[in-house]
């Protein structure tokens, strides 16, 4: 039996590297583990606990607005120069600090609101705080990931598996939130965030990274010249251009459907909060059914196609959902465009990281991030514009053209970012 036993787990140890071989490397399989549970508590506090608080201390729909603000604000200024630290530093360290600090700022949330003397200033100096290791985190957890798989052939595997872990947190973290809000209290999601830091700390103690050359700053007048180099790098480098230029406009017309979400559950559904709960958790399942089949997928050969195809039914998805009139559809629906997206984002990213140069690495994963994040705010402000002045259903339909529209564009693109794959 015992020898039964060691040939059954010697089999499916096979097969699951066979097919995720980035499970395979010790240092991935630390880092994917110990912040899956990491990640779920951020994104517990980020969507949910931190927006719930500041409604439940202010009642007021601006001052949450504000909070938000206060909380984008610092990482939008922070990943240029995240992604500068990111190609001159240790990416562990830099992640480990940025772990330490945030466990500091979640422990003070947790004694606060276990004493109750959490005040609305507080909260809003805590998630500009927040905000500001957000900005650190997000280029320097994308481009550590190659770092922690040996075989140059198994990064876009690695890749696709980090992706998961980010979407299954995204899903994983509010559903335990809600859970804990309802049952015990806000104070215990902050605890649970708290706690959550510590298996991301002790994985990335363990883990041996091999060592890369230390260059420290001379100065602004260098960190600006790095930061001039990255952009001209990403301007000038017409594949990555593109596929910048993709995110952004994903950023700003294909979000629509999250800045518009109340509206849709009020006023086209007739829904109440369980309704809106339901359509906000669609989309990530999606998202993690599009990361799941990317993590078995080998290569990045085909992947802009898939970019330019993923635009496309994006757009088509929006206009489709803009349409609905019944909850069951509208949330079938948003289960694809979380999948699409998700194959966008994802592909473009394996693109970049598996042929940018390694000492730009850092920069352009911050001009990544920012094409994702930074477009975002105006994606809204667009967004709801258009539904203020024509209605709901035809800024949907708007956003969801301008969708397709550059899809078009990208697809004649296409031949440079090909040959720059097949170099």
């Given at each position: 039996?015992?020898?039964?036993?060691?040939?059954?787990?010697?089999?499916?140890?096979?097969?699951?590297y066979?097919?995720?071989?980035?499970?395979?490397?010790?240092?991935?399989?630390?880092f994917?583990?110990?912040?899956?549970?990491?990640m779920?508590?951020t994104f517990?506090?980020?969507?949910?606990?931190?927006?719930?608080?500041?409604?439940?201390?202010?009642k007021?729909?601006w001052?949450l607005?504000?909070?938000?603000?206060v909380?984008f604000?610092?990482?939008?200024?922070?990943?240029?120069?995240?992604?500068?630290?990111?190609?001159?530093?240790?990416?562990?360290?830099?992640l480990?600090?940025?772990?330490i600090?945030?466990?500091?700022?979640?422990?003070?949330?947790?004694?606060?609101?276990?004493?109750?003397?959490?005040?609305?200033?507080?909260?809003?100096?805590?998630?500009?705080l927040?905000?500001?290791?957000?900005?650190?985190?997000?280029p320097?957890?994308?481009?550590?990931?190659?770092?922690?798989?040996?075989?140059?052939?198994d990064?876009?595997?690695?890749?696709?598996?980090?992706?998961v872990?980010?979407?299954s947190?995204?899903?994983?973290?509010?559903?335990?939130?809600?859970?804990?809000?309802?049952?015990?209290g806000?104070?215990?999601?902050?605890?649970?965030?708290?706690?959550?830091?510590?298996?991301a700390?002790?994985?990335l103690?363990?883990?041996?990274?091999?060592?890369?050359?230390?260059?420290?700053?001379?100065g602004m007048?260098?960190?600006?010249?790095k930061l001039?180099e990255?952009?001209?790098y990403?301007?000038?480098?017409?594949?990555?251009?593109?596929?910048l230029?993709?995110?952004?406009?994903h950023?700003?017309?294909?979000?629509?459907?999250?800045?518009?979400?109340?509206?849709?559950?009020?006023k086209?559904?007739?829904?109440?909060a369980?309704?809106?709960?339901?359509?906000?958790?669609?989309?990530?399942?999606?998202?993690?059914?599009?990361c799941?089949?990317?993590?078995?997928?080998?290569?990045?050969?085909?992947?802009?196609?898939?970019?330019?195809?993923?635009?496309?039914?994006?757009?088509?998805?929006?206009?489709?959902?803009s349409?609905s009139?019944?909850?069951?559809?509208?949330?079938?629906i948003?289960?694809?465009?979380?999948?699409?997206?998700?194959?966008?984002?994802?592909s473009s990213?394996?693109?970049?990281?598996?042929?940018?140069?390694?000492?730009k690495?850092?920069?352009?994963?911050?001009?990544?991030?920012?094409?994702?994040?930074?477009?975002?705010?105006?994606?809204?402000?667009?967004?709801?514009t258009l539904?203020?002045?024509?209605?709901?259903?035809?800024?949907?339909i708007?956003?969801?053209?301008?969708?397709?529209?550059?899809?078009?564009?990208?697809?004649?693109?296409l031949?440079?970012?090909?040959?720059w794959?097949?170099r």
């Amino acid at each position: 039996m015992k020898i039964w036993h060691q040939h059954l787990g010697k089999s499916i140890s096979n097969i699951t590297y066979c097919y995720l071989p980035a499970l395979r490397w010790r240092n991935f399989r630390l880092f994917f583990g110990g912040q899956l549970l990491s990640m779920s508590g951020t994104f517990m506090t980020q969507q949910l606990t931190i927006p719930w608080l500041v409604y439940d201390l202010t009642k007021s729909a601006w001052l949450l607005g504000v909070a938000g603000f206060v909380q984008f604000l610092p990482t939008l200024l922070l990943i240029p120069f995240s992604g500068i630290l990111s190609d001159r530093w240790s990416r562990r360290d830099l992640l480990m600090i940025v772990q330490i600090l945030g466990i500091s700022v979640s422990l003070a949330l947790t004694i606060l609101t276990f004493t109750n003397w959490i005040t609305f200033p507080i909260l809003l100096v805590l998630s500009a705080l927040n905000g500001l290791l957000k900005g650190l985190d997000m280029p320097v957890r994308h481009t550590i990931v190659t770092e922690t798989v040996d075989d140059h052939a198994d990064w876009s595997n690695a890749i696709a598996l980090n992706s998961v872990m980010l979407s299954s947190s995204l899903v994983l973290g509010p559903a335990i939130g809600g859970i804990l809000i309802a049952t015990l209290g806000v104070k215990y999601c902050f605890l649970y965030d708290t706690l959550s830091y510590i298996p991301a700390i002790l994985t990335l103690q363990a883990m041996r990274l091999p060592v890369r050359p230390m260059q420290t700053l001379t100065g602004m007048s260098d960190t600006l010249q790095k930061l001039r180099e990255g952009f001209e790098y990403v301007s000038k480098f017409q594949p990555i251009r593109a596929i910048l230029l993709m995110l952004s406009l994903h950023g700003l017309v294909g979000m629509s459907h999250v800045a518009l979400m109340p509206v849709v559950t009020a006023k086209i559904l007739n829904g109440d909060a369980t309704t809106m709960a339901y359509l906000s958790t669609s989309a990530p399942i999606g998202s993690l059914l599009a990361c799941l089949y990317l993590s078995v997928r080998r290569g990045i050969a085909g992947l802009e196609r898939l970019i330019v195809a993923a635009q496309v039914l994006i757009g088509m998805s929006l206009i489709s959902f803009s349409l609905s009139r019944q909850l069951e559809l509208s949330i079938i629906i948003l289960v694809f465009i979380g999948c699409f997206a998700i194959l966008q984002i994802t592909s473009s990213n394996m693109i970049i990281q598996t042929l940018v140069a390694e000492d730009k690495r850092g920069r352009v994963m911050s001009f990544y991030a920012l094409a994702m994040v930074g477009t975002m705010p105006f994606g809204n402000l667009l967004s709801g514009t258009l539904a203020d002045n024509f209605g709901a259903t035809n800024a949907l339909i708007v956003c969801g053209s301008l969708s397709i529209l550059g899809a078009l564009w990208f697809s004649s693109q296409l031949p440079a970012v090909r040959l720059w794959i097949a170099r």
